[in-house]
């Protein structure tokens, strides 16, 4: 059993490693059976319906992780909500997979996500953890609303460690805020 406290070692060890995986998740869905024909999907229809829309987080995020509430495996909980936040870049394909690291490079993430309606996303993804080898892994899950201009989402995230025989270590709670990233500029050079 983990007992932390708001400034122990362990607890700022799982929020640089655990947080880093916050939204993030893999490509490999993107090319399912059929290129292009994402499971993620009901139809190809609807896959091109995501392409397409105006509000899709297809694309590149700046998320802000905000931990709020560590609840150890013995029910003890410890409040996070004066902890610093951590930013994480995520990548949402056209197929249904995110992929995604944090701001200092240590993790990256895999998973998938989906459209729930009225602008409403759900993802979830796992992480090994940097644990030398004993093989504990974060699963996060997350629901969060996408603004109406397509720029911003807010949501709440669960973030479960479990052990490498799937026993639950603790439970992170919080809330993420993300800023679409647009990578493109303008080029005012001609190539002709």
């Known amino acids: 059993m983990i007992n932390l406290n708001r400034d122990s070692s362990v607890t700022k060890y799982f929020l640089k490693f655990?947080?880093?995986?916050?939204?993030?998740?893999?490509?490999?869905?993107?090319?399912?059976?059929?290129?292009g024909k994402s499971t993620h999907f009901n139809n190809e229809q609807q896959l091109l319906k995501a392409f397409h829309e105006k509000n899709?987080?297809?694309?590149?995020?700046?998320?802000?992780?905000?931990p709020i509430l560590l609840t150890n495996a013995d029910g003890s909980t410890v409040d996070l909500s004066n902890s610093p936040?951590?930013?994480?870049y995520n990548v949402f394909t056209l197929g249904?997979?995110?992929?995604?690291?944090?701001?200092?490079?240590?993790?990256?993430?895999?998973?998938?996500?989906?459209?729930?309606?009225?602008?409403?996303?759900?993802?979830?993804?796992?992480?090994p953890t940097s644990d030398g080898g004993k093989g504990s892994i974060y699963t996060i899950h997350a629901i969060f609303t996408l603004s109406d201009d397509g720029k911003t989402f807010s949501g709440n995230f669960?973030?479960?460690l479990t052990d490498a025989k799937g026993?639950?270590?603790?439970?992170l709670?919080?809330?993420?805020?993300?800023t679409r990233m647009i990578n493109i500029a303008p080029v005012n050079k001609n190539y002709d």
Do not use: C
């Open 96 to 127: 249904g997979s995110v992929v995604g690291s944090d701001d200092i490079g240590n993790a990256v993430a895999f998973g998938d996500w989906q459209p729930l309606g009225n602008q409403k996303f759900e993802t979830g993804f796992t992480q």
């Open 56 to 66: 899709s987080i297809r694309g590149s995020w700046k998320a802000t992780v905000l």
């Open 85 to 88: 936040a951590i930013i994480n």
């Open 167 to 171: 026993n639950l270590l603790m439970t």
């Open 158 to 160: 669960t973030n479960n």
């Open 18 to 35: 655990a947080l880093i995986s916050i939204l993030a998740v893999s490509t490999t869905s993107f090319a399912d059976n059929d290129y």
């Open 173 to 178: 709670d919080g809330h993420v805020n993300a």
